[in-house]
Nanobody
């Protein structure tokens, strides 16, 4: 059974940084791409970024490109989301997600990811 557990959220001032972590278990982590999504109050969940199973390729939403970076440590079965230059509009619950299939570069759509963490709250104050 695949489990994803996020951590690292919190309250930060605008311009600050946070690093989120997502620990995975239940299958061979290094065979699967991983994604990050977020959901702001009153809005639909949106794609933030994705990393390939090797970690060599990343892809980001335009809204976070140049400020956020995704990395992974396959030895620790953990994926990270480094968030810099945070803005109040980055306030949301952040989720990590994993597709069902190995070796699959899931497109940035929510329905292409089968497994989800419980989410971690990020609040950016102005």
């Amino acid at each position: 059974q695949v489990q994803l557990v996020e951590s690292g959220g919190g309250l930060v001032q605008a311009g600050g940084s946070l690093r989120l972590s997502c620990a995975a278990s239940g299958r061979t982590f290094s065979e699967y791409a991983m994604g990050w999504f977020r959901q702001a109050p009153g809005k639909e969940r949106e794609f933030v970024g994705r990393i390939s199973w090797t970690g060599s390729n990343t892809y980001y939403a335009e809204s976070v490109k140049g400020r956020f970076a995704i990395s992974r440590d396959n030895a620790k079965s953990t994926v990270y989301l480094q968030m810099n230059s945070l803005k109040p509009e980055d306030t949301a619950v952040y989720y990590c997600a994993a597709p069902d299939s190995a070796w699959y570069s899931a497109p940035p759509y929510e329905n292409r990811y089968r497994y989800w963490g419980q989410g971690t709250q990020v609040t950016v104050s102005s």
